[in-house]
C-alpha cells in the first residue's frame, strides 16, 4: 500500500481538521506526505500514528507541522516582468473603468508574510496617487498561516528583503525603525489582513483584481477547479466593471476559459468572463541714501549687539576660511578664545568637531543654498551627549559674490531626548494599536466572508439548473469519448497481438513504452515488468548493450532505418537468431518521440 493511501495517514488528516479546522484533503498527496514526514523526521517519529499521540500530548507542535506545510515564499513584485505587466497593462484600464470616487477592491489570497500585498499597495498608489490610494483602495491579505499573517501586519522588513525593490520607491513607502524599514502607517490602513482558508471559507466580493501566485499549484485538480470557481464568483463582472485574476508562473488556466480569458499567458494574467444574465515672501526694504554715518554706525553696532546676544550659537567665516564673529553663545559652547576671531577656521577645533564644518561649508559654496545637517552628535568625556542641528548658510553681496557663510548650532539635545521617550510612547501605542487593527481586521474578512456568503446563496439555484444542463452535456460527451477511445484500444491492441514480430517502443530516454504479446513470448517478461524501464536495463537474454548504436541513429534523426542481427536466448533457454529494426516513432508535429523496434526470431 502506498503512503498516499495510507489509512494511518487519512486519520491524521482528519485530526487536523477537527482539532484545528484545517482541512488539507484537497492537497495534493506526494508533497503532502514529503512534508509531514519530513516534520516527524524533526521530532524524531516514523510511524504516523505515534505522531498523532505526540500532537496529542504537544500542542504546540502543530505550528511548526504547519509551516512545514504551508511553504511561505515570497518576495516584492516577485517576478518583475509580470508586475511590469500588471502597472501598464492591466492597472489603467481598471482605473479608467471607475468612476473618480468610487471603491478600488483587491484581494492577495495566501498572501504569505505580507509582501504581495504591500507590492499591490505600492503599484496602486503610485497610478493613483497617495490622497486617491487612501481614500478609494482597500487591499485585502488573507492566509491560512496566522504566524505569517502576524508578520505581514507588522509590515516590517529588514534590508535584504527589498534589496530587489527600486530604492525610490523604498524611500517613498517605507520608514526606517530600530533599523528595519516600516510601511508607512498612512498607507498601512487600506491594507487589512484576516485568516481565510480559500478552500473552505466563503471567498471576498466585488473584486476588482484578484492575486493568488503559486498557491493553486499545492491543490489537486478537483480542488482547483471548487477554489477557481469561487475566485470567477468573487471577481466584477459585466455591470460592475471587468475583474482580473493575476496568477504565478506555475499556474495556468487552460481547462477553464469558460470562467477566465487569458490577457497574457506568459505573465498569468487572466480577465473575469462574465456570467450570461447574472446581476451583479516680501523682498527686503533697502536702506535709504539719506542716513547720516551716525546712524549707520548706530545701526552697524545694533547688529553686532542682536548677533552677540543672539540664544543659539552662530559663527561666520569669511570667503578666505578666516573666523570673523563668533557670538557668546558660540564662545561658551565651543570654548573659543575672543583671540581665536581672525585666525584661520582649519585651525580651530570647531572646524571638525562636532562635525567636519570645511566640507559643508565647500557644499554651501557649490549649490550656492544653505546646507543642513540634523541630529549632530557630539560627546563629552563624562559620557554625556548633545545633539545638534547645524546650518551652513552662504552670505552674499549685492553682485551675488560669495563674502563668507553663517554657520548656525540650534541645541536640539532636549528634543531629542523627548523625541525617544516620545518613540517608546509611540511604540508601545502602536502595538496597542496594531492588535486593536488584527481585531478589526479579522471583522472586517468576517463581514466580507458573510455577505459573499449571502450573495452567493442568492444566485445558487440558477447556478445550480445552468451547472446541471452543462453535466449532463459533458457526460453525454464523455460517453462518446470513451466509446471512442475503447474502439481505439481494441484495434491497437489487436493490432500488436496479430503481429509475428515482437514490437518495442522505446521513447528519448530508451524507457519501454510498449510490450507486446510476441515480445512477452519471446523474452519471457510480462509488459507491467518492464513499462517505464530503460531497454538498456533489461535481462531478457538478448545483448540490448548493442541496441544503442542501432537505435541512437534513429532518435537523433541521421537515419530512418537501421537493422542488425544478433545472437540470443529467448526464454525457453534455447540460442536464436534475432533479426532487429529500428524505426523512428514520429509525432504529427515531425518531432521524434522515440523509436520502434521490431525483433523476429529468424529460426522460428
Known amino acids: 500500500m502506498t503512503e498516499e493511501h495510507d489509512p494511518h495517514f487519512e486519520t491524521l488528516l482528519e485530526f ?80 479608467n473603468a471607475k468612476g473618480p470616487h468610487e471603491h478600488i477592491r483587491i484581494w492577495s489570497a495566501g498572501c504569505a508574510s505580507g509582501q504581495e500585498a504591500y507590492s499591490l499597495a505600492i503599484s496602486f498608489a503610485e497610478a493613483l496617487g497617495h490622497d486617491a490610494f487612501r481614500e478609494r483602495v482597500k487591499v485585502y491579505g488573507t492566509d491560512a498561516d496566522e504566524e505569517a499573517l502576524n508578520h505581514a501586519r507588522l509590515a516590517s522588513y529588514n534590508a535584504k528583503d527589498l534589496e530587489t525593490v527600486d530604492a525610490a520607491l523604498v524611500k517613498r513607502y517605507f520608514e526606517e525603525a530600530n533599523g528595519r524599514l516600516v510601511f508607512r502607517p498612512d498607507l498601512r490602513r487600506a491594507v487589512i489582513f484576516g485568516r481565510h482558508d480559500i478552500v473552505q471559507d466563503a471567498p471576498i466580493s466585488r473584486l476588482d483584481l484578484l492575486v493568488c501566485r503559486n498557491t493553486l499549484m499545492y491543490f489537486n485538480a478537483e480542488t482547483q477547479q471548487k477554489i477557481l470557481q469561487r475566485f470567477h464568483f468573487a471577481l466584477n463582472g459585466g455591470n460592475n466593471g471587468k475583474g482580473y485574476l493575476f496568477l504565478g508562473r506555475a499556474e495556468m488556466l487552460l481547462g477553464h476559459s469558460n470562467l477566465f480569458t487569458p490577457l497574457n499567458l506568459k505573465c498569468r494574467v487572466f480577465a473575469n468572463v462574465p456570467t450570461s444574465g447574472a446581476p451583479r515672501m516680501r523682498a527686503p526694504v533697502p536702506l535709504s541714501d539719506n542716513v547720516g554715518g551716525n546712524d549707520i554706525m548706530r545701526h552697524d553696532r545694533l547688529g553686532e549687539l542682536a548677533l552677540e546676544e543672539l540664544p543659539i550659537a552662530r559663527i561666520v567665516v569669511d570667503a578666505n576660511g578666516t ?114 487593527q488584527s481585531s478589526n481586521e479579522e471583522l472586517e474578512t468576517t463581514n466580507e466572508e458573510l455577505q459573499s456568503t449571502n450573495e452567493e446563496l442568492e444566485t445558487m439555484n440558477e447556478e445550480l439548473q445552468s451547472t446541471n444542463e452543462e453535466l449532463q452535456t459533458v457526460n453525454e460527451e464523455l460517453r462518446a469519448r470513451t466509446d471512442e477511445m475503447n474502439q481505439l484500444n481494441a484495434f491497437f491492441e489487436s493490432v500488436l497481438t496479430g503481429m509475428r514480430s515482437a514490437a518495442v517502443v522505446v521513447n528519448q530516454n530508451l524507457n519501454v513504452l510498449v510490450w507486446n504479446r510476441r515480445a512477452e513470448d519471446l523474452w519471457g517478461m510480462r509488459a507491467d515488468e518492464v513499462q517505464g524501464r530503460s531497454l538498456l536495463n533489461l535481462d531478457i537474454g538478448l545483448p540490448v548493450a548493442q541496441l544503442r548504436d542501432v537505435v541512437r541513429p534513429c532518435l537523433s534523426g541521421e537515419k530512418d532505418h537501421q537493422e542488425i542481427e544478433l545472437d540470443a536466448v529467448n526464454r525457453r533457454g534455447k540460442k536464436i537468431k534475432c533479426r532487429i529494426t529500428c524505426s523512428p516513432l514520429v509525432s504529427p508535429s515531425k518531432t521524434r518521440e522515440g523509436a520502434i523496434l521490431l525483433m523476429e526470431d529468424l529460426q522460428a
Open 16 to 95: 487536523l481538521q477537527q482539532q484545528r479546522s484545517f482541512d488539507f484533503t484537497g492537497y495534493k498527496r506526494p508533497s503532502l506526505v514529503r512534508r509531514v514526514k519530513r516534520r516527524m523526521q524533526v521530532v524524531g517519529i516514523e510511524d504516523v500514528e505515534r505522531y498523532i499521540e505526540y500532537l496529542e500530548v504537544h500542542p504546540e507542535e502543530f505550528v511548526p507541522l504547519f509551516n512545514t506545510i504551508l511553504i511561505n515564499v515570497t518576495s516584492f513584485f516577485r517576478d518583475e516582468p509580470a508586475w511590469e505587466y500588471v502597472r501598464n497593462e492591466v492597472l489603467p484600464p481598471l482605473i
Open 323 to 436: 573666523l570673523s564673529i563668533a557670538n557668546q553663545k558660540a564662545r561658551v559652547l565651543f570654548t573659543i578664545n575672543p583671540k581665536d576671531v581672525g585666525r584661520p577656521l582649519q585651525d580651530l577645533e570647531i572646524s571638525y568637531r562636532p562635525v567636519e564644518l570645511r566640507s559643508l561649508i565647500e557644499q554651501a559654496y557649490a549649490e550656492r543654498r544653505a546646507v543642513v545637517q540634523t541630529s549632530v552628535e557630539r560627546r563629552f568625556h563624562d559620557g554625556e551627549r548633545q545633539y545638534f542641528d547645524i546650518v551652513v548658510a552662504p552670505l552674499f553681496d549685492d553682485a551675488r559674490a560669495p563674502l563668507g557663510v553663517g554657520v548656525t548650532f540650534l541645541d536640539v539635545t532636549r528634543y531629542s531626548r523627548l523625541s525617544e521617550e516620545l518613540q517608546h510612547s509611540r511604540e508601545e501605542i502602536q502595538t496597542a494599536n496594531e492588535e486593536l
